[in-house]
């Protein structure tokens, strides 16, 4: 598949735009961290924009299954926004809620390896890379680690230790399923 042919479906659809809307949700949390108000504000205004941002994630999908929308480019452009959201979330809670730096570095790394790949797949070996267990335990493992920091609440450093453990084996899981597909063809040049 080649980047053309991403294009050549159609673009605007409905699940597209809610993918592209989670991202708008960053700017929001922006401003709630980065100025202070009373403790319940921060948890209702909060509460929103995460409610916003998990009910595009879950409709886009949803909706471009149920109205015939599913194409190449919605099927790479959710998980982009996504990641841009997790890096985002994490580095806006390095900055506002003592979040590890390390931490947000390693997922950082991971999100763009994994997105360099996936595209790789996409574009030279035709193959669109599935979403699997880990993938999805680890975003939860994310949430749940950042709400504990969002709201500072007690043992939140307990969350990281999983959380990694996760990390490492949805690394070694996606390696294990796609490793010898990017690797194929490299051998004969």
Same mark, same amino acid.
């Given at each position: 598949?080649?980047?053309? *042919?991403?294009?050549? &479906?159609?673009?605007? $659809?409905?699940?597209?735009? @809610? !993918?592209? !809307?989670?991202?708008? +949700?960053?700017?929001?949390?922006w401003?709630? @961290?980065?100025?202070?108000?009373?403790?319940?504000?921060?948890?209702?205004?909060?509460?929103? $924009? %995460?409610?916003?941002?998990?009910?595009?994630?879950?409709?886009? +999908?949803?909706?471009?299954?149920?109205?015939?929308? *599913?194409?190449? %480019?919605?099927?790479?452009?959710?998980?982009?926004?996504?990641?841009?959201?997790?890096? !985002? +979330? @994490?580095? @806006?809670?390095?900055?506002?809620?003592?979040?590890?730096?390390?931490?947000?570095?390693v997922?950082?790394?991971? *999100?763009?390896?994994?997105?360099?790949?996936?595209?790789? %797949?996409?574009?030279?070996?035709?193959?669109? +890379?599935?979403?699997? &267990?880990?993938?999805?335990?680890?975003?939860?493992?994310?949430?749940?680690?950042?709400?504990?920091? %969002?709201?500072?609440?007690?043992?939140? *450093?307990? $969350?990281?230790?999983?959380?990694?453990?996760?990390?490492?084996?949805?690394?070694?899981?996606?390696?294990? $399923? &796609?490793?010898?597909?990017?690797?194929k063809?490299?051998?004969s040049?």
């Amino acid at each position: 598949m080649t980047v053309r *042919e991403l294009f050549t &479906y159609r673009i605007l $659809t409905v699940s597209n735009l @809610l !993918s592209l !809307s989670r991202v708008l +949700g960053i700017p929001a949390l922006w401003y709630i @961290l980065a100025h202070p108000h009373g403790i319940e504000r921060i948890r209702l205004y909060t509460g929103l $924009t %995460l409610f916003f941002m998990t009910l595009t994630d879950f409709l886009d +999908g949803y909706l471009a299954r149920k109205l015939g929308q *599913e194409t190449p %480019l919605g099927q790479y452009l959710d998980p982009i926004a996504d990641k841009i959201v997790i890096i !985002s +979330g @994490l580095s @806006l809670l390095v900055c506002y809620r003592d979040f590890p730096l390390w931490v947000t570095i390693v997922v950082t790394l991971r *999100e763009i390896v994994g997105t360099i790949g996936g595209g790789f %797949l996409l574009i030279k070996r035709n193959v669109l +890379g599935k979403p699997n &267990y880990w993938g999805k335990v680890g975003v939860g493992m994310i949430s749940l680690s950042g709400l504990f920091y %969002l709201f500072s609440w007690p043992y939140r *450093e307990w $969350t990281i230790p999983p959380l990694m453990l996760v990390f490492a084996g949805g690394i070694f899981a996606y390696t294990k $399923t &796609y490793g010898r597909t990017i690797l194929k063809g490299s051998a004969s040049h």
